[in-house]
Structures are given as structure tokens and as C-alpha cells.
């Protein structure tokens, strides 16, 4: 299975605003604080900017938030990089290509 990146990273993004936003940070603060440009900080909250580790360490110790609290459970990206489907009776969680080419075999005439 592959895991759906751009959930990913929006969730983390979504994770690290609420800190700083909890905390009261302005963009420009948190990044000045992590050695980032504020630009880089709308992107990587915004999941467009895939941060790397050391990144996301560095904003991690500038928010006071242990790493792991990013990081969506096992569930969580499951969820993310699966979609419910009907086969029969009974309801699966498939990738989403998966889906796809059964929709298709499911609609040629």
C-alpha cells in the first residue's frame, strides 16, 4: 500500500499551526526561532512543503512538541491512503487505484 503523501503532509502541517497557534507564534517568529524562512513555514503548514527531518525537528524544539505528536498513527495513514468500496455485501478499505481499475471493470458493459 502507499501511503497518500499529501495527507500526510497537510496533517502534519495542520499539527504544527495548531501548536503555534496554541502558543501564540506568528509565522515569522516560529521561523526566526528554527532558522526557516516565514515562507517556508505557510508552506510546510499548509502541507505544500515537504519538510525533512532535521526540519521538522528544528520546529518541533522551537514549539516545545515532541516529534511524535506530528506524526498521524498507523491508523490514521491507513485511513488517509484507502477508500471504502462495496463489494457485495460486505464494505473494504482498497488503495485507491485499486478502486479505480474495479470501478472500471465494474462498469464495461
Known amino acids: 500500500m502507499r501511503v497518500n503523501e499529501t495527507e500526510?503532509?497537510?496533517?502534519i502541517g495542520?499539527?504544527?499551526r495548531a501548536r503555534r497557534e496554541e502558543l501564540g507564534l506568528k509565522q515569522s517568529a516560529l521561523a526566526?526561532?528554527?532558522g526557516l524562512r516565514r515562507t517556508s513555514i505557510t508552506n510546510i503548514e499548509a502541507g505544500r512543503?515537504?519538510?525533512p527531518l532535521h526540519v521538522l525537528y528544528a520546529l518541533c524544539l522551537a514549539l516545545d512538541l515532541e516529534i511524535g505528536?506530528?506524526?498521524?498513527?498507523n491508523d490514521e495513514v491507513l485511513?488517509?491512503?484507502?477508500?471504502?468500496?462495496?463489494l457485495g455485501r460486505e464494505?473494504?478499505?482498497?488503495?485507491?487505484?485499486a478502486a479505480r481499475v474495479l470501478e472500471t471493470l465494474l462498469t464495461k458493459p
Do not use: H
Open 32 to 34: 526566526a526561532e528554527a
Open 91 to 97: 464494505k473494504k478499505r482498497i488503495p485507491p487505484e
Open 14 to 16: 495542520e499539527r504544527l
Open 69 to 73: 505528536c506530528l506524526l498521524p498513527s
Open 49 to 51: 512543503q515537504k519538510a
Open 79 to 86: 485511513e488517509q491512503s484507502t477508500v471504502t468500496v462495496e
Open 8 to 11: 500526510l503532509y497537510r496533517t
